[in-house]
């Protein structure tokens, strides 16, 4: 009788247990998830990575569940000096993802020890390249219109300053090294930008100042091509004026010509038809041009002025 109880006991033990192992040990993975099945902390097969079911000895097997999305890591504001030697704070953004989570699993551990190693690799990566180039490449993308056109100001020749690599290529610059470190580590980078840029207050003003000399020799440019525009078109108005005058002067001159010959020719005629009118008609033009209230000729009476005006007795 003790025997039958005690075979009854262990046969209910053994069902329980059977329970309990397919109840705890039956799991489902969703699907932005990932699992490594470690046994005494040691991985013991491939990372699941297909949402649905999946199974692990209970006690002697841990679960340890990694997300496949898409994670954020933003930094702390660091105080970066620059190539030309300005310091700024610097705060970055970057994208990243678990690309292989067994050896994610082996390296960190974990998502926290993940964002502190990729921390350390982004942090380093981001001095190192802000201290290779000058600050003009972190605050612009691409250059500007007119910034490599010289400008001419109280004799000095100017060029504004261009870029070498540009914020956005630096951010790819940022992006490929890190991700090149992060790779070890089962890590993508995906994506990494500087989100912020801060100025501490002796560069900043600095910053400021050279903004508005740019703009000021911008706008010395743009005032300088509008008056040579302007004497330009002067120019061409003196030209054109000049060319109408000489046209017109020629005009005037040839219709001039052809009514001097016109009236030379009537002239001629009246000259041939009676030649005392005619004559007459001349002394009186000579007596209108030559002689006024004040004017004193002495002649001689045979002079032929005398003429007329001794015939008018």
């Not at 040691?42 to 949402?51: C, G, K, L, S």
């Not at 002649?299 to 001794?310: R, T, V």
Request: proline letters at 3%; glycine letters at 6%; zero cysteines.
């Amino acid at each position: 009788m003790r025997r039958r109880l005690l075979l009854l006991a262990l046969q209910v033990a053994a069902v329980v247990a059977v329970i309990y192992i397919i109840q705890d040990g039956i799991h489902y993975l969703n699907e932005p998830d990932q699992v490594i099945i470690t046994q005494f902390g040691e991985p013991v097969r491939a990372p699941i990575t297909t949402p649905g079911l999946y199974f692990d000895l209970p006690i002697i097997q841990s679960e340890n569940t990694f997300d496949k999305r898409a994670l954020e890591y933003q930094s702390q504001p660091t105080q970066v000096p620059t190539k030309d030697k300005r310091y700024i704070n610097v705060t970055a953004f970057a994208l990243w993802r678990i690309a292989d989570p067994l050896k994610f699993f082996q390296r960190v551990q974990d998502q926290s020890g993940g964002q502190a190693r990729l921390a350390d690799i982004l942090d380093g990566e981001i001095r190192s390249a802000v201290a290779r180039y000058n600050l003009i490449d972190l605050v612009r993308t691409t250059n500007r219109n007119r910034q490599d056109v010289a400008i001419q100001t109280e004799g000095e020749s100017v060029i504004l300053q261009s870029l070498e690599k540009g914020r956005r290529n630096l951010e790819l610059e940022v992006l490929a090294r890190a991700s090149g470190r992060a790779a070890d580590l089962g890590i993508s980078v995906l994506d990494v930008r500087f989100r912020r840029m801060t100025y501490v207050e002796d560069v900043q003003k600095e910053v400021y100042a050279r903004m508005i000399a740019e703009r000021q020799q911008i706008a010395q440019q743009f005032v300088s091509e509008g008056q040579g525009e302007a004497a330009r078109i002067s120019g061409e108005r003196d030209r054109d004026l000049a060319k109408i005058q000489s046209e017109a002067y020629r005009s005037a001159e040839t219709m001039r010509g052809k009514a001097d010959a016109e009236a030379t020719r009537i002239y001629g005629e009246a000259n041939g038809r009676d030649p005392d009118f005619y004559t007459f008609v001349k002394s009186l033009d000579i007596y209108e041009r030559s002689l006024d209230a004040n004017t004193i000729m002495i002649l001689d009476s045979g002079s032929d002025l005398l003429k007329y005006l001794g015939k008018t007795k």
